[in-house]
T-cell receptor, first 113, second 118 residues
Framework: KQEVTQIPAALSVPEGENLVLNCSFT??????LQWFRQDPGKGLTSLLLIQSSQREQTSGRLNASLDKSSGRSTLYIAASQPGDSATYLC????????????FGKGTKLSVIP | DTGVSQDPRHKITKRGQNVTFRCDPI?????LYWYRQTLGQGPEFLTYFQNEAQLEKSRLLSDRFSAERPKGSFSTLEIQRTEQGDSAMYLC????????????????FGAGSRLTVL
């Protein structure tokens, strides 16, 4: 059974800082890994999808890396802004005929103006 | 397309009552997922459809839960004889299967249906 751990559970940084969120997973037989953000009381918004054959993916100020063999992914956020405050969730998607995503508990990010 | 729609957004019910949630996915998406999320936790997988076929069900989906996706379009999730432990946010998501367009397998989530069982 896939298990996902995200560290830290919460993070508070001043505006403008660069930061890294960590995600580890136990089963490396994944099809892809997706990062989402969730604002309080809302649904999830997709940020990045990294295919299992890729090492990294970039979108604007966000860069996600994947090391499938070691079961790790990181999300790098450059020049953080108050609008980045949210909970960030990583979710590896199973391969081998199963398409469910397994989520971690997330990292709650607060960017202080 | 306005994204994934869920209805109702909030439902308060008494223990023992039945409730039904509806999800309208993005029209071209052939996959549809249901997840449940409780406070402070990540979403937990419940079930998944490809077109009208229900291909996977979690052990979390007890016999009080049933999901359907007639004609491969909208989906319903029914909970019978609700219990206080069923209180949660029920999230629906949809995606395109791999091998089609760019953006395949990226899940688009709805805003969720929050259930409170008294």
């Amino acid at each position: 059974k896939q298990e996902v751990t995200q560290i830290p559970a919460a993070l508070s940084v001043p505006e403008g800082e660069n930061l890294v969120l960590n995600c580890s997973f136990t089963d490396s037989a994944i099809y892809n890994l997706q990062w989402f953000r969730q604002d309080p009381g809302k649904g999830l918004t997709s940020l990045l999808l990294i295919q299992s054959s890729q090492r990294e993916q970039t979108s604007g100020r966000l860069n996600a890396s994947l090391d499938k063999s070691s079961g790790r992914s990181t999300l790098y956020i450059a020049a953080s802004q108050p609008g980045d405050s949210a909970t960030y969730l990583c979710a590896p998607q199973s391969g081998a005929g199963s398409y469910q995503l397994t989520f971690g508990k997330g990292t709650k990010l607060s960017v202080i103006p | 397309d306005t994204g994934v729609s869920q209805d109702p957004r909030h439902k308060i019910t008494k223990r023992g009552q039945n409730v039904t949630f509806r999800c309208d996915p993005i029209s071209e998406h052939n996959r549809l997922y249901w997840y449940r999320q409780t406070l402070g936790q990540g979403p937990e997988f419940l079930t998944y459809f490809q077109n009208e076929a229900q291909l996977e069900k979690s052990r979390l989906l007890s016999d009080r839960f049933s999901a359907e996706r007639p004609k491969g379009s909208f989906s319903t999730l029914e909970i019978q004889r609700t219990e206080q432990g069923d209180s949660a946010m029920y999230l629906c998501a949809s995606s395109l299967s791999r091998g089609r367009k760019a953006g395949a397998n990226v899940l688009t989530f709805g805003a969720g249906s929050r259930l409170t069982v008294l």
